[in-house]
């Protein structure tokens, strides 16, 4: 029974994003297909989040890094197309599937230098060099005085996908969920695999881990890459949705954001997450029409979640033993 309660919750909420566009063309609310456009964007970033916070226990405080390399590498490409000028002798291209893996292998390699020099500490240690880490990728996007420095950078058009016009709200609103769907499934393949095993294991109990041969650098560090690659993938669906990129999306506020979206989801889910991400927009788009400190409500709603909820909305749903 619990199986299937989360089985018909995960195809519930797909029926939900699927059916947007349709209930806002009927209500005449075609805001509600930006408002889920953002929900899937920034649920990629939590779910990514979550594959190294909730699985493998590494409280990352510069994620937020990872989402604005990938919208400055489609923004730069676009500046560098727009005026001719070239990138490193290459005239540059609108072509997503020239970009986009482009951006994501360029946050992958950021993870790469981030997470095996900052795996080499942990605890608050960890908290601190990630953070550390994210406010230099801050700083060194503010002094980019040629793609805007701090008044971040315009981008003119969407990248482009032969034979789909991504020009178009609802066709981009799809694409966001399909890329969301199939990120999901990935990481759901990853947790419930060997690697996925080994990782949680090193969370439960490091020390007999290693008794038993597990390398921990190796294993954090590939869930380290794969999670900035996937937050990457967000910063680029972020960077094509806003049309606008700024060292703003790499403070340590975006960082406390993502991680408030996995602790209000459920940490440890996949799924939470997503519903983390929900709940976490959604409230502070009401709340910012009450008062421009919405974030002393959402405060004490998070603390709530924390002190109620241990296992977040998503573990208030679904039985804890049928998580992960």
Partial sequence: MAAGRKF???????????????????????????????????????????LVLGYGALVS?????FFALGGYVVGIVAFHTADGSGLLGWAGTPQALVVWPLAIAVCALAGL??????????????????????????FVLVGL????GDDGLAIAQRNTL??????HPVV???????????WVFLCRRIVGSRFGMALRSLKQNRRRS??????????QLTAFVVSAAGTGLAGVLWANYALFVSPDMTTWQKSGEL??????????????????????????????????????????ALVLVVLFGRRGLYGLLVPERDHG
């Fill in 162 to 167: 032969p034979g789909i016009d991504l020009g």
């Fill in 210 to 219: 290693i008794a038993l041969g597990l390398a921990p650098l190796r294993y």
């Fill in 61 to 65: 405080f510069g994620h937020a890094a």
């Fill in 145 to 148: 005085m040629v793609y805007g």
């Fill in 8 to 50: 018909w919750l995960n195809l519930a909420g797909l029926a939900v994003f699927v059916l947007v566009p349709a209930v806002a063309g009927l209500a005449d609310k075609p805001f509600l297909v930006s408002l889920f456009t953002r929900f899937a964007v920034y649920a990629i970033a939590a779910v990514s989040l979550d």
């Fill in 259 to 300: 991680m408030a979206m996995v602790i209000l989801g459920g940490i440890g889910s996949i799924f939470g997450p997503v519903l983390g991400a929900i709940a976490f927009i959604g409230l502070e788009q009401m709340l910012t029409g009450w008062t421009e400190h919405w974030m002393l409500l959402m405060g004490p």
């Fill in 113 to 138: 230098v981030i997470g095996f020099l900052s795996l080499r500490t942990s605890g608050v240690q960890f908290i601190m060099i990630t953070l550390a880490f994210a406010q230099m990728v801050y």
């Fill in 172 to 182: 981009y609103y799809y694409l966001c969920v399909a890329l969301l769907a199939a």
